[in-house]
């Protein structure tokens, strides 16, 4: 299981940078929800203790500030709870928040809870269920240490709310670690919600376990969620530690994150490396992502159809890997020149290679 950390711990760059994630798509996901919603909850299934050894800021308080700086003009009641089973840390956490609480306005309303995650959610979710309710819009951050608290079930639970989403820290390298030896079996059917994961104890290949791990997590996601989206976080070695897992029922939602992730990595590999990082090798290979696939897979699937540019923009977020800023110019455009494509309802005045709503595309 994972090394035993103390009260507070040094900030590794992975982590750095899965907190621009979270930063980023809280930012985007807060007025989204704020402005359709009278209350609006986030919750940090482990929090931590608020603040890691050098003084940077963890992952609750990450959020706080970005909702408390946020520029959008919100009316919305938000409620954060930060889950946080190490009581040491737990009372860290609080003193941080009490530090923190003359700055938030009285629209922000937070609390530590001290206790299990997945305990403290089910009896929360069970009590909305008793009462015929339904949780109000939820953003779930579940960042544990190991892979025994956090099962399966009670990720589906959160979303069979139809507004809550999940953003799930999979601790793969334990996970790969364990996995061989029975004794955790009972922690991996929990982990997993499924026996599947018995079939991986026969590849040896480290990328063929890799992958295998990631589509069975990703396919249970699949089973209660729409859209589902991954992000490979490496150490030092250069090698996995933990894959980033977002699970939603909403398509804006799927395309925030995606931003969001395209930020911290914009060549499309969706990872991170503290190894390439270190040695500055990142910038090299940032600048100019590859779109080949999109376009080939746009021939793939709509060659001689007809399809409407939303249809097509949409298809994009779910189905890709890419984002809508990829479409029109570096790939439409040039495909239009090249006759690969024909407008089929051109707006009135059209310049060549623009697409506004409405048009439809038929693909040669």
Same mark, same amino acid.
Request: aromatic share 10%; with cysteine.
């Given at each position: 299981? @994972?090394?035993?950390?103390?009260?507070?711990?040094?900030?590794?760059?992975?982590?750095?940078?899965?907190? #621009?994630?979270?930063?980023?798509?809280?930012?985007?996901?807060?007025? %989204?929800?704020? @402005?359709?919603?009278?209350?609006? /909850?986030?919750?940090? !299934?482990?929090? !931590?203790?608020?603040?890691? @050894?050098? +003084?940077?800021?963890?992952?609750?308080?990450? /959020?706080?500030?970005?909702?408390?700086?946020?520029?959008?003009?919100?009316?919305?009641?938000? $409620?954060? %709870?930060?889950?946080?089973?190490?009581?040491?840390?737990?009372?860290?956490?609080?003193? $941080? *928040?009490?530090?923190?609480?003359?700055?938030?306005?009285?629209? %922000?309303?937070?609390?530590?809870?001290? +206790?299990?995650?997945?305990?403290?959610?089910?009896?929360?979710?069970? /009590?909305?269920?008793?009462?015929?309710?339904?949780?109000?819009?939820? &953003?779930? &951050? %579940?960042?544990?240490?190991?892979?025994?608290?956090?099962? &399966?079930?009670?990720?589906?639970?959160? *979303? !069979?709310?139809?507004?809550? #989403? /999940?953003?799930?820290?999979?601790?793969? #390298? #334990?996970?790969?670690?364990?996995?061989? *030896?029975?004794?955790?079996?009972?922690?991996?059917?929990?982990?997993?919600?499924?026996?599947?994961?018995? @079939? $991986?104890r026969s590849l040896s290949a480290p990328s063929q376990r890799r992958k295998a791990i990631h589509d069975i997590y990703l396919r249970q996601l699949k089973t209660c969620a729409a859209h589902v989206h991954s992000f490979e976080m490496l150490n030092k070695g250069n090698s996995t530690d933990y894959i980033l897992f977002f699970a939603t029922n909403n398509l804006k939602g799927l395309e925030k994150m995606k931003e969001a992730m395209w930020k911290v990595d914009d060549t499309g590999s969706f990872q991170f490396s503290d190894h390439t990082d270190a040695r500055g090798l990142m910038s090299l290979f940032s600048a100019h992502p590859n779109l080949a696939p999109l376009r080939e897979a746009i021939l793939k699937n709509f060659r001689g159809r007809q399809v409407k540019i939303e249809s097509l923009r949409d298809w994009v977020i779910a189905e890709t890997e890419f984002l809508p800023k990829h479409l029109k110019v570096p790939i439409l455009a040039p495909m239009e020149d090249a006759g690969e494509l024909l407008v089929v309802s051109p707006a009135p005045k059209r310049r060549k290679g623009t697409f506004s709503d409405g048009t439809i595309l038929k693909f040669s």
């Open positions: 299981m @994972s090394k035993p950390l103390g009260t507070v711990w040094n900030l590794e760059p992975h982590t750095a940078k899965k907190h #621009e994630i979270l930063r980023r798509y809280f930012d985007a996901w807060l007025p %989204i929800m704020a @402005s359709r919603n009278d209350r609006v /909850v986030y919750i940090d !299934g482990f929090a !931590g203790p608020g603040k890691y @050894s050098m +003084g940077e800021d963890g992952s609750p308080i990450v /959020v706080l500030k970005a909702a408390r700086d946020h520029t959008y003009p919100m009316k919305a009641e938000l $409620v954060c %709870i930060f889950v946080e089973n190490d009581l040491e840390r737990c009372k860290h956490l609080k003193n $941080v *928040l009490d530090e923190m609480a003359p700055t938030l306005p009285s629209r %922000i309303r937070c609390a530590a809870v001290h +206790g299990r995650f997945d305990e403290h959610l089910t009896k929360t979710l069970n /009590v909305i269920e008793a009462q015929k309710k339904n949780l109000a819009p939820a &953003f779930v &951050f %579940i960042d544990p240490f190991g892979f025994s608290q956090t099962p &399966f079930k009670t990720v589906a639970k959160v *979303l !069979g709310n139809s507004r809550c #989403e /999940v953003l799930v820290n999979f601790m793969y #390298e #334990e996970v790969n670690r364990f996995i061989s *030896l029975e004794e955790h079996a009972e922690d991996f059917d929990n982990l997993f919600g499924t026996a599947v994961w018995r @079939s $991986v």
